[in-house]
Every structure is written in structure tokens, then in C-alpha cells.
């Protein structure tokens, strides 16, 4: 009776486009720091420039944890959540859809919201050419939104027997 009131999924974001950017620029000011710092800033100031080089440290192990990222997808009954996971230890909850409410259409996505005027997307796939991806598009008191997300056979499933006159299946569905 119960089994389709729950299911996770998680999937790696791909490191591809701007993301890929993001990475290579934060190593990029990661060397000219390093080369700023032990060339000019502790041979010139002492302690100070020893004391930014810590500081330089910190940020970017700070900001190294946040290279690896996996989008979680988690169906509980009516509600949809969507999280991002950083460096498999941080949780950052993004979006809760409760789908008898607010949704309008899950369907697998073409590249286009065909009907809707969509006023933002968040996009919580793995990678832009995933073949899974599907879309639910919702509304909510700031309008039409929409969310792309890597679908599996079970979660469409679960998601089908909670809203059926929503969704669309598809069969080229991984299974988890």
C-alpha cells in the first residue's frame, strides 16, 4: 500500500559549460594568489604577508568543498524536494513542490515548455544532454516555474500513482 510514497535519487552534477568554468577560474586565481603571495607578499611585508597567505588558504579550501556536487531528488507522498549535496557532506535544500497543489505538468523535457510561460528554471540535472531528463513546470504566488531533473522508471512511477492526470511516462526510463 505503501510503496509508492517514497523514493531518493541523487545524481553527480557533470563537470561540463559554466560550471567547468567556475572550476578553472577558481584554480587559475588559486596559482596567481599562490604566485602573488609567496613572491611579493611575504618577502615584502613579513607576517603580514604570512597571515594572507593563510587567509588565501582558508578561502580556497572553503571554497574547494564545493567541487563535487551531487542534485538530490526526494518524493515523499505528495511532495517533491530537490537538494543540492556538497563534497557528500553539505546539504543545501533548494525547492519543495507539493505536486497535488502546485504542479501542472511532469513530462519528459524536449527543450521547450510547450504551453507555459515559464519565469525561471532551475536546472538540477546531471548534465545538460542527459537523456533522462525529465520537467515539472508549477506555479506558485510568483507565477510559472519549472524544475529539470534527471527521472528514473520508479520515481516517475511514484510520482504517476500520486498525480496521474500530470504526468507523462516514458519508457526509455533507467530504472534507479
Known amino acids: 500500500m505503501y510503496e ?5 535519487y541523487a545524481v553527480e552534477k557533470k563537470k561540463e559549460g559554466s ?3 567556475k572550476i578553472v577560474l577558481a584554480v587559475a586565481a588559486a596559482i596567481v594568489a599562490a604566485f602573488v603571495i609567496f613572491t611579493i607578499l611575504i618577502p615584502r611585508y613579513g607576517f603580514v604577508g604570512l597571515l594572507a597567505a593563510v587567509l588565501a588558504i ?3 579550501w572553503y571554497l ?4 563535487y556536487i551531487e542534485c538530490e531528488y526526494s518524493q515523499s507522498g505528495a511532495f517533491l524536494d530537490f537538494s543540492y549535496v556538497y563534497s557528500k557532506q553539505y546539504r543545501r535544500d533548494k525547492l519543495s ?5 502546485c504542479a501542472k505538468k511532469i513530462a519528459p523535457y524536449t527543450g521547450k515548455f510547450e504551453g507555459f ?3 525561471d528554471v532551475l536546472d538540477m ?3 545538460a544532454t542527459a537523456a533522462n531528463s525529465y520537467m515539472l513546470v508549477f506555479e506558485d504566488n510568483d507565477g510559472t516555474h519549472a524544475v529539470l531533473f534527471d527521472a528514473t522508471k520508479r520515481l516517475v512511477n511514484n510520482l504517476y500513482h500520486q498525480v496521474p492526470s500530470l504526468v507523462t511516462v516514458s519508457k526509455e526510463l533507467p530504472e534507479e
Open 125 to 127: 540535472r546531471s548534465s
Open 97 to 101: 513542490v507539493d505536486l497535488k497543489k
Open 64 to 67: 574547494s568543498r564545493f567541487t
Open 58 to 60: 582558508a578561502l580556497f
Open 4 to 8: 509508492n510514497d517514497f523514493c531518493e
Open 19 to 21: 560550471y567547468l568554468a
Open 117 to 119: 510561460n515559464v519565469k
